[in-house]
């Protein structure tokens, strides 16, 4: 990828130096399976499902302390580099909603954390992955995970990494749009179908992570050999793929984001047509 340094980092939340109170060993480090479905929950229910696994009572208010985040050269290198996506992505979200939607745009904040975080949605932890809170409009992201996602998930390169900000920036953008409030009212008037509902947000999400992802090749800052960085982080975050390396099987009925193949698919629709309103992975299928 084609990208320089930003100067302005207004919209990232540096919360790497925070230590202390219940960010030390918060609840269950559960498989990636189980991290999904109980952040779902506790984003969809406004609830911290994880402090329930933990303990089964609420615990009391937080005590952290701050410091100034120490960093490697290689990890101050990789803070530019998602500020530098984080804003370019907004920017042209900042085009494209009005002009597609007649929407205003406004931005979210993208948290960087060490080990687990308060949020509004409830504790955030690294063993998620990254995520987006609709409750405080916040990513929130352990840049750790990219080392995951490198060494575990075999999908290397930048774009790779600029797709997971994409992502979630998508969800953001159907915050703006009322489509994550209308998905979440639909899976509580209708929990048998909240999986599938799950899935068609997060697809939709893809494919608004390939959307900006078009302006960046129209705008030459990616390549052919980028897209499939990109392409190939898609696929390698799957249901499918994900429970096959957890469990060993497949279960379709527990799907929540997904399979490969969808993912890759949706990604790449908004990369070739660069509409927004390409993106309708509901057509009608119980979202107004």
């Known amino acids: 990828m084609r990208w320089t340094p930003e100067g302005d980092n207004s919209d990232v939340e540096d919360r790497r130096g925070q230590t ?23 984003v969809v229910f406004h609830r911290d499902f994880f402090a329930l696994l933990g303990g089964g009572t609420e615990p009391g208010p ?4 701050s410091a100034p985040a120490t960093e490697s050269p290689e990890e101050g290198k990789l803070v ?3 500020t530098f996506v984080l804003n370019d992505d907004q920017r042209s979200w900042e085009r494209l909603l009005p002009a597609t939607y007649g929407v205003p745009y406004h931005h979210a904040k993208l948290v960087l954390f060490r080990d687990a975080t ?14 987006y809170c609709p409750t405080d409009e916040k990513l929130y992201i352990d840049l750790g995970f990219y080392d995951e996602l490198r060494r575990r998930f075999g999908a290397p390169g930048e774009f790779a990494e600029a797709y997971v900000i994409a992502h979630e920036l998508g969800h953001h953008v159907q915050k703006l749009l009322g489509i994550e409030s209308r998905v979440r009212e639909a899976m509580s008037a209708n929990r048998a179908n909240a999986n ?3 899935v068609r947000l997060e697809l939709q999400a893809d494919c608004f992570a390939g959307v900006w992802g078009h302006t960046t090749e129209q705008r030459s800052i990616v390549d052919q050999n980028d897209v499939r960085e990109g392409l190939n982080a898609a696929a390698a975050v799957g249901d499918d793929r994900l429970q096959r390396m957890s469990k060993g099987r497949v279960s379709p009925d527990n799907f929540t984001h997904g399979t490969s193949a969808q993912r890759v698919g949706w ?4 990369l070739d047509n660069g509409d927004p309103k390409a993106c309708d992975t509901f057509n009608g299928n119980g979202i107004p």
Do not use: D, N, W
């Open 118 to 131: 308060q949020t509004a949605c409830g504790v955030g932890q690294e063993a998620m992955g990254p995520f």
């Open 62 to 65: 937080a005590q952290t302390v």
């Open 196 to 198: 599938a509902l799950s």
């Open 80 to 82: 530019q580099f998602v």
């Open 20 to 42: 202390g109170g219940r960010l030390g060993g918060y609840g269950p480090h559960l498989g990636i399976g189980g991290t999904v479905v109980v952040l779902l929950l506790s």
């Open 267 to 270: 990604f790449k629709r908004g």
